[in-house]
């Protein structure tokens, strides 16, 4: 049977983590990005800013992937970046497929999308936000895709985390904790099982078992965020800190599940927040001693 072959759209960090197992599983792997000296030796390149204004990206067609998996980010701040990096990106793809139609297009989208703000459930299908344009951006490109009749499915992850350095782990190692009231609920994903999320569906679509077309990729256990902010400067040995010396960078907050995520027979590797930082901190311990 021929190796099947996946075009990553924005092959940064998430990308190449995302790539790898499939190009160790035989896969033809191609990012795109602007500078492709960094991508794996296992990867092709093709060198291509997807976010600059009439974007060019009509060698996908000819290109022909049998997959697409799209890691989008916005192009700047605000929401002209949102549109470029989500909106205006998401038609200059499906333009440059041209007649092309791959067996599936896979885009990573995020559960900022969703309308609840006061801490209720949200589900794979839950209504989506309209006073958000950034979201709406988002929204925007996932519409798009599905107008396209290609065959499609958006996976709306929530906090992505997994960084030894990342923002909240340099905070709360400063003392500077979130207030305990009133509680904000916060979801989140460990990198590693996000990438491994996106290789799982596209390895079973490439044997005929078509994901959900919306996925929230959340692990099991949405958390207030003052309880997973306590609990990391005591693993870091904190015996006091000061709270309410940052506040969430959302008002709004809500408890995701992962009904299609389980469904789809992906098993996390980091179930919830206590496993998944602490492999974050034992790799912040090793990189502290190299």
């Not at 970046?81 to 200059?92: Q, W």
């Not at 009133?182 to 490439?206: C, F, M, T």
């Not at 027979?265 to 990189?287: E, F, I, K, N, Q």
Request: net charge positive; charged share 20%.
């Amino acid at each position: 049977m021929k190796n099947k072959s996946v075009l990553i759209v924005g092959c940064g960090d998430l990308g190449t983590r995302a790539g790898l197992p499939l190009a160790s599983a035989g896969w033809g792997v191609t990012g795109l990005r602007r500078d492709i000296g960094q991508l794996p030796v296992a990867f092709k390149g093709l060198a291509a800013n997807y976010a600059a204004a009439n974007a060019d990206l009509s060698a996908l067609q000819a290109l022909a992937p049998d997959f697409v998996l799209l890691t989008l980010k916005p192009a700047g701040s605000g929401e002209a970046g949102y549109r470029a990096g989500f909106s205006d990106a998401m038609g200059a793809v499906l333009r440059g497929l041209g007649s092309h139609r791959p067996a599936g297009i896979l885009m990573v989208s995020s559960t900022r999308v969703y309308a609840e703000a006061d801490g209720g459930w949200v589900e794979d299908d839950s209504p989506l936000v309209t006073t958000d344009p950034a979201a709406g951006a988002i929204i925007d490109a996932e519409q798009q895709l599905f107008d396209s009749l290609h065959p499609a499915c958006t996976v709306r992850s929530a906090g992505i985390y997994g960084d030894p350095e990342g923002f909240l782990l340099r905070r709360v190692a400063r003392g500077e904790l979130c207030a305990a009231s009133p509680v904000r609920y916060s979801n989140r994903i460990h990198r590693e099982d996000v990438a491994g999320l996106l290789a799982w569906l596209l390895q079973r679509w490439a044997q005929g078992i078509a994901p959900a077309p919306r996925i929230i990729a959340v692990d099991n256990d949405p958390a207030p965020q003052y309880e997973v902010e306590t609990w990391l400067a005591r693993a870091l040995g904190l015996d006091t800190w000061q709270t309410g010396a940052s506040t969430p960078r959302s008002v709004a907050h809500k408890r995701c599940r992962n009904r299609a995520l389980t469904a789809s027979g992906y098993r996390l590797r980091y179930p919830d927040y206590r496993s998944g930082y602490s492999a974050v901190l034992r790799a912040r311990v090793t990189s502290a001693k190299t």
